[in-house]
Each structure stands twice: as structure tokens, then as C-alpha cells.
């Protein structure tokens, strides 16, 4: 959520911002409105609220000297009631700027390339080269069903489209991924791992930014008032909604394995053959609460901790700066990792590591107390990336390290996570 003085006191900058994402400026001239109609009405309440105070001090004199003081307490509860009223009118225009608010995105860092679409993104770096084939390498779901590992036609019959059954050996290097994935960010770079819930509420999506905008993205559980998961992030980082943490313990970094569900509303035609795009996956996600002086150096170093992950797998891939239409709702930058699949000859975001600034923080209520607990507390810098998408680096796996007889070579840094399987081959 944008700071509401920063929008009253630069209207330009924030339309300057909504036009590089493609976005009308209609939403803050609105807000402009009824943010003048709210001062307008708390300067009248204060007006009224003075009067009240004068008279009342004069009808406790009338009162001392025993004379009549019935007309002016009269005046004074008539005045009362239109305190209240106008406070009612307040809340009632707060509402109204708190919807408008909610649906306006973060504002993009001044580094953000500007552009419309993904073709305007900027190629930051790339590791490694695409692996080169005597034959013409298949999409993983023919190498994952050749080899019995991926069952696209039994996991429909179980719950629908999108969905997918993992079997003996593909079941196997997806939960080697997960525990390969968490043992890297928790001792090798300085995540506490957690286990949060699966099911969240709307306070906790609100925190984030999914609701109110992004409902029809979300499985909602009947009646409950609880929502699956989308993403770690939504459980993790508000962890700390309503808290206010000591300048001493940032920048807090969490590591969380848990699958996520969405409905992957608006997707129709894209990714619909394979294990890429599904209601149902696996994710192991980094999150960092940071000063706001540091958050830019964290989203750094949070996107090369991601990196690492790639490179262990000797993962062809490259780092992209989304630009300013690319960019997620609630995020001030973006850097996704796309790895190379060789069925398409192109790149797929396998993670996508952000720096919300305050702008989650401001929802969640989540502040810290700078130097020595002394000073007024501020809120934080959120941030996250994958560390990875599990399915994501699955199908990588299956279609950079396949083999002209249709095995797959388990990549070194995972086998022993897989008792040491050096090749996966039809059962």
C-alpha cells in the first residue's frame, strides 16, 4: 500500500509511475478527491469539536455564578451530534480511499527498465551454455512419460486438468529437489528454515497484496474463511504482521518448503501440455524483512542465493530485470531467473526474486524500531524469490540432461539426496 501523504504530496510522480506500467491515472485523481473531502471534514470536526470545548467552558461559569444555563447546553448537543455525524462521514470517505489504496500497485524502483511487455525486459547476465544434442531433445513430459516418472492421465482422472502424478523415480528427484534446495539456503546461506501453514487467512492476504485484486487467483476453502496457499510468501511474511522488530534483528531471512495452489485464472491456452503451469506445486521460497537502507543490497544477494541452486545443478540459465509493465502488483523490482528448455529453444521464469519495499509492510503493519529503541519505529522492506519453483527445475532437469535413449542423468550435486543415482531409466 502506497504512503498516502506521499500520494497527496507527489500526484505527478505516482501517475508518472502508473503510466511506465500501463496503468490510467484516473485512480489517483480519485483518491486526490476524497482525500480533500476527508481534510475538509476532520478541519470542520476540529472546528466543531473547539466550539464545543468553548462553550462548555462557559456553560461550567454560567453554571458557578447559578444562572441559566439550558440554551447553550442544548446548542451544545445539537453540535455534538453533528461531531458525530461528520466523524461517521470521515470513516465512511476513509473507507473509500482504503479500496482505492488497496488497489493500487507498489511504485517501480527508478533502476526498473521502462516497457510494456516482456520483450522490453533487460538480459542482466546468463551462466553456463545450452546443452547441445546429436538428436532433437523432447519436451519433458514425453521424456517423464517415456521413462513411467510423470502420469498427466491418471492425475486427471484423480482431480481434473492441470494437475500431475509423480511416480517412483520422478516423486524421488522432486523430493531430493525440496531437501537439496532447503539444505543449501539454511547452511550454506543463513535462512532460518520454517514449516508454516498451508491455509491462510484474508488478514494474511491482504498483508501481501493477493486480496483484494488478485481473488479469482486463489482457491478459497467452502465457507471456512481460509484460502489455499499460492506461495510461501503470503504465511512467512506475515509472521510478523502487527510486530514491530529491533533494528538488530534485520535483516530476518526464512527459508519454506510448501506446496502452492492457484487457479491459474486468465491462463487459458498458455503451458496447457506438461508439468510447468498447474493448480498444485512445489516451491521452496526465500523471504527477508530489511531496513529500507539495505533492501536493494538483500534483493541481490537473495536472487544469487537463488542462483546458486542453478549453477549446482549446472542448470543453463539467465537473470532478466523485468520492466515496469512486467512488473508484479506489489513489487518495486523484480529480477527472474529463467532457465532454458531446449523442447521450446527458449528460457522459462523458474524464480523471481522482488523487493516490495514497504509496500507489504505498510498493509501487514509490520515496522521495526531503529538504533537503540529510542526512535519512532518505521516499517520494513519486504522481499522474496523462489529458491526454486521444485516442478520448474524438475522439468529442467528432465530436458537439459536427457539422453538420445531416453534416460535422464542425474545431476551430481543431487545424487546423493537420490542414494546415489547416477541415471534415471524405465522401471
Excluded at 492421465?153 to 523415480?169: H, M, N, Q, S, Y
Excluded at 485464472?265 to 524483512?289: M, P
Excluded at 513489487?331 to 507489504?360: H, R
Aim: aromatic share 8%.
Amino acid at each position: 500500500m502506497l504512503d498516502r501523504h506521499f500520494v497527496r504530496e507527489n500526484p505527478d510522480v505516482v501517475k508518472k509511475k502508473f503510466a511506465e506500467r500501463g496503468l490510467p491515472p484516473a485512480s489517483v485523481d480519485a483518491h486526490l478527491a476524497l482525500d480533500e473531502k476527508r481534510r475538509r471534514m476532520l478541519q470542520k470536526v476540529e472546528e466543531l469539536k473547539h466550539l464545543k470545548n468553548t462553550v462548555s467552558r462557559e456553560i461550567g461559569e454560567l453554571k458557578k455564578k447559578g444562572e441559566d444555563a439550558e440554551e447553550k447546553v442544548a446548542e451544545m448537543r445539537r453540535v455534538g451530534d453533528d461531531i458525530a455525524g461528520m466523524e461517521e462521514g470521515v470513516a465512511a470517505v476513509d473507507g473509500e480511499m482504503l479500496k482505492i489504496e488497496l488497489a493500487m500497485p507498489n511504485l517501480q524502483d527508478d533502476s526498473v527498465p521502462v516497457g510494456t511487455t516482456s520483450e522490453n525486459n533487460a538480459e542482466i547476465r546468463k551462466w553456463g551454455e545450452p546443452p547441445e544434442f546429436s538428436f532433437e531433445p523432447r519436451p519433458h513430459w514425453e521424456v517423464g512419460e517415456g521413462l513411467g516418472i510423470l502420469d498427466f492421465e491418471r492425475a486427471a482422472k484423480i482431480a481434473g486438468a492441470r494437475f500431475a502424478l509423480l511416480r517412483g523415480a520422478g516423486a524421488r528427484m522432486e523430493r531430493a529437489l525440496i531437501d537439496f534446495m532447503l539444505d543449501i539456503h539454511t547452511r550454506e546461506h543463513g535462512y532460518e528454515e520454517v514449516l508454516p501453514p498451508f491455509m491462510v487467512n484474508r488478514e494474511s492476504l491482504i498483508g501481501t497484496g493477493q486480496l483484494p485484486k488478485f481473488e479469482r487467483d486463489l482457491f478459497g476453502v467452502h465457507d471456512s474463511g481460509y484460502y489455499l496457499v499460492p506461495t510461501a510468501e503470503v504465511p512467512v511474511t506475515n509472521i510478523h504482521r502487527g510486530e514491530i522488530l529491533d533494528e538488530a534483528a534485520l535483516p530476518v531471512k526464512y527459508a519454506a518448503y510448501t506446496p502452492c495452489f492457484r487457479s491459474e485464472a486468465g491462463s487459458y491456452g498458455k503451458d496447457t501440455r506438461g508439468y510447468i503451469r498447474q493448480h498444485q506445486f512445489n516451491k521452496v521460497e526465500l523471504v527477508k524483512l530489511a531496513t529500507p537502507e539495505t533492501s536493494f543490497d538483500e534483493l541481490e544477494s537473495l536472487t544469487e542465493n537463488a542462483e546458486e541452486i542453478l549453477k549446482r545443478l549446472r542448470l543453463h540459465y539467465r537473470i532478466v530485470s523485468l520492466c515496469s509493465g512486467d512488473l508484479g502488483f506489489a513489487s518495486a523490482k523484480t529480477y527472474d531467473l529463467e532457465v532454458w528448455l531446449p523442447s521450446e529453444k527458449g528460457y522459462k521464469e523458474i524464480s523471481s526474486c522482488s523487493n516490495f519495499t514497504d509496500f507489504q509492510a505498510r498493509r501487514a503493519a509490520l515496522r521495526y524500531r531503529p538504533g537503540a529503541g529510542k526512535s519512532k519505529a518505521r516499517f520494513v522492506h519486504t522481499l522474496n524469490g523462489s529458491g526454486l519453483a521444485v516442478g520448474r527445475t524438475l522439468v529442467a532437469v528432465l530436458e537439459q540432461c536427457q539422453n538420445e535413449d531416453g534416460t535422464v542423468t542425474v545431476p551430481g550435486a543431487l545424487r546423493p539426496y537420490m542414494d546415489g543415482l547416477e541415471r534415471v531409466e524405465r522401471a
